[in-house]
């Protein structure tokens, strides 16, 4: 039931563009994408809604794609800042019902 | 900005003792959640709340259980701590929309021996 992210684990050289994706079995009615560095607590970055919308924020984006049930965070011209943990974390079930799901976690880091 | 504070950042246990864990907000949040985190596993979802005395299993519940007897105070409480619960505990909280984010606590480190 946990959303599935890929890949695990990737490690760029800065300027390096990166994608991570997260998918789901069950439908999604939103996606938040979140970025953990080491010995911290999450920080938010985006949420994106049902309607297959885009978002972005300076050289990280993200897309959602209700139908196929999953979300990609496009990370382009990675900083040594972008290293981290990336978490989505997703509204999803029946109508009527709530619940709120984090992905399995992506691991990215970025080389000088 | 929104705060949320958890009691300890780091904590030392021994088997089979009782532990507190609690969470603090400021933001009026109705929702209010325990995660742990464990390498590979990712955040997994313990209990949430969504009101004051309401409480709700998540995925996880087994060998935990929550007191919300105040909006802004949610604890988590290890009834008999064992060694497979060391791990990192976060409280998070949200607007009562699931198209509200999530904000995290600081976290703390449970060791369990």
């Known amino acids: 039931q946990q959303p599935v992210q890929s890949p695990q684990a990737v490690i760029l050289r800065e300027g390096e563009d990166a994608v991570i994706n997260c998918s789901s079995s069950k439908a999604l009615y939103s996606v938040h994408w979140y970025r953990q560095k080491h010995g911290e607590a999450p920080v938010f970055l985006m949420i994106?809604?049902?309607?297959?919308e885009q978002k972005g924020h300076d050289k990280i984006s993200a897309s959602f794609n209700e139908k196929k049930q999953q979300s990609s965070l496009y990370l382009t011209a990675s900083q040594l800042s972008y290293s981290g943990t990336y978490f989505c974390?997703?509204?999803?079930?029946?109508?009527?019902?709530?619940?709120?799901?984090f992905g399995t976690g992506t691991r990215l880091k970025v080389l000088a | 900005d929104v705060k949320v504070t958890q009691s300890s950042r780091y904590l030392v246990k021994r088997t089979g003792e009782k532990v507190f864990l609690e969470c603090v907000q400021d933001m009026d949040h109705e929702n209010m959640f325990w995660y742990r985190q464990d390498p590979g596993l990712g955040l997994r979802l313990i209990y949430f709340s969504y009101d004051v005395k309401m409480k709700e299993k998540g995925d996880i519940p087994e060998g935990y259980s929550v007191s919300r007897e105040k909006k802004e105070r949610f604890s988590l409480i290890l009834e008999s701590a064992s060694t497979n619960q060391t791990s990192m505990y976060l409280c998070a909280t949200q607007a009562p929309s699931g198209q509200e984010t999530q904000y995290f606590g600081p976290g703390t480190r449970l060791l369990v021996l």
């Open positions: 994106l809604l049902k309607g297959g």
């Open positions: 974390g997703t509204e999803m079930g029946a109508s009527g019902t709530y619940k709120y799901i």
